[in-house]
């Protein structure tokens, strides 16, 4: 696109896909293109107030803005004394070199250029028999101004989190990792949504190849649109039939920004309120932003609570399930009595039992977060207490089944990332079904091949299990489940293969 450089050398555009529109650079085949289009203006203005000197300008309401429009550029163009006196190219040389108050000048040759200039909020001046334009960036700042996060909660930190806005996005960033070794390279995926996506990696630290695997899968997703999440994610992960999310992402810059001096690579998209981190391991699903901003000993032990909480809402249900149907002794005596007794009235078998309070349990929660959000409240408590206490007075489900549910399920939303407690819910029913097949035999059997699956992922070349997967020589200390002290942690992770492997004296 050709934007014109400090000292007028010609900078080359972000890579773009291949040419879309062919055809002379007029002004008959612009409004061909933007027929039918109420949003699309155009009007006739006279450089420096000269009749001889006419040209055209067209933009686009809504993604310009007046003020600058008027203002910054067509005043200094109706007004100018020294355009009046020029010759035409004269003219159209000054145009380009400072005449008007903006920062950011494109001369256009390609209708390709001109269309997506306006489409990217500047305005475009016409200069029949030239086969050139020129554009000037005039677009409209308006967005959702930043905030806190919403589903990150911050107690100790920062309290700004990411908007829809990709430029909003990369200044936090700035604004937090000032060092120059910042790169951030952008290219447009989507043929028709034509999305901005910017690769995000610090120059001497991240790994080269894996900054250049990330822009070749980005590069080569081949959609119509790049709006929704899964858009994204699904097109540049490795493997995409499994339950398991690939890769990690955040609403908070400051944990985006800790990622990327981990080594890893970020991806931000336009009109997406998040920031990925590349590739995405099991440990980084189990890291919130509170781990470095507590005591040590206290991250420690609630990272370890999280773990723990992990196992018991995946095996939980399943173990009820086989003790009580194949391994009543392993239940002390006064507790399968009692076991026993809420059982009596209740017709359907344990299994049953199990996975109907286990739907209930998903339905109610899909409610919650599908409902506006005072409702959805209400609905979920008033749902979860009617229902239960509904179904135990009715003996359609014993007292006992419901407390195991409760507290797998409560154990679930203690995992940071939703994605991965979703994906252990949805083991969590197959569990429970494999322990009223084969008992305790067949949980463990299906538990095995749970890790072996697990075993078999990995997200840009870095097996999923890590850190579990590496080697836990003393170089890994920091990167497991327990946090140790900040001074003790003195390297990256290995599996990242950085290039700078110390990260502090």
């Not at 035409?88 to 005449?99: K, L, N, Q, S, V």
């Not at 256009?108 to 909020?121: R, S």
């Not at 940071?416 to 949805?426: D, K, N």
Request: hydrophobic share 45%; proline share 6%; glycine share 8%.
């Amino acid at each position: 696109m050709g934007w014109i450089g400090p000292k007028g050398e010609d900078i080359p555009p972000h890579p773009r896909q291949e040419p879309r529109f062919e055809g002379d650079l007029t002004a008959d085949h612009i409004r061909f293109i933007f027929r039918d289009c109420a949003d699309f203006g155009e009007r006739e203005v006279l450089i420096g107030g000269d009749p001889e000197k006419r040209t055209t300008v067209f933009f686009i309401n809504g993604q310009v803005r007046n003020e600058r429009m008027n203002d910054y550029i067509l005043r200094p163009l109706a007004t100018s004394q020294l355009l009046r006196e020029a010759t035409p190219e004269a003219a159209f040389r000054m145009m380009t070199e400072g005449i008007v108050y903006t920062q950011l000048v494109q001369v256009c040759t390609t209708l390709d250029q001109a269309v997506f200039a306006l489409i990217n909020g500047s305005v475009v001046f016409d200069f029949p028999g030239k086969g050139k334009m020129v554009s000037y960036f005039a677009a409209t700042e308006e967005k959702r101004s930043v905030s806190a996060p919403d589903n990150e909660p911050s107690l100790k930190g920062a309290k700004d989190s990411f908007v829809e806005s990709l430029r909003t996005n990369t200044s936090l960033v700035r604004r937090r990792l000032r060092a120059p070794e910042l790169k951030i390279a952008e290219i447009f995926a989507g043929r028709q949504s034509v999305t901005p996506v910017d690769i995000l990696y610090l120059e001497g630290t991240t790994n080269p190849e894996l900054v250049e695997e990330t822009k070749r899968r980005i590069a080569g997703i081949d959609t119509d649109d790049l709006l929704q999440t899964a858009s994204l994610e699904e097109l540049i992960v490795d493997e995409v039939d499994t339950a398991f999310p690939m890769i990690a992402y955040t609403e908070r810059p400051d944990r985006f920004c800790a990622g990327l001096v981990e080594g890893r690579v970020g991806v931000i998209v336009d009109g997406i309120p998040l920031g990925y981190l590349l590739p995405g391991t099991v440990g980084q699903f189990f890291k919130t932003g509170q781990d470095r901003s507590q005591n040590w000993v206290a991250a420690s032990f609630l990272s370890i609570l999280r773990y723990l909480c992990m196992l018991g809402s995946l095996f939980l249900p399943a173990f009820y399930v086989a003790s009580v149907n194949f391994h009543p002794e392993m239940i002390p005596a006064r507790l399968a009595w009692s076991i026993s007794e809420a059982k009596t009235d209740v017709p359907f078998s344990t299994v049953f039992e199990v996975l109907i309070m286990l739907l209930a349990f998903e339905a109610v929660q899909e409610v919650g977060l599908r409902l506006p959000g005072p409702i959805g409240q209400t609905a979920s408590i008033l749902g979860g207490l009617v229902v239960g206490s509904a179904a135990v007075e009715a003996s359609i489900v014993s007292p006992v089944v419901l407390i195991v549910v409760a507290i797998a399920g409560i154990a679930g939303y203690t995992v940071p990332s939703q994605e991965f407690s979703a994906a252990l819910r949805i083991w969590r029913f197959g569990l429970a079904i494999a322990a009223s097949i084969g008992g305790l035999f067949a949980v463990t059997a299906l538990a095995a091949v749970l890790v072996y699956r697990l075993a078999q992922l990995e997200s840009f070349g870095v097996p999923y299990l890590t850190p579990f997967a590496a080697s836990g020589s003393e170089r890994e200390k920091g990167h497991g489940v327990i946090r140790w002290p900040t001074h003790r942690v003195k390297f990256r992770e290995s599996a990242l293969k950085t290039r700078n492997q110390r990260r502090q004296g």
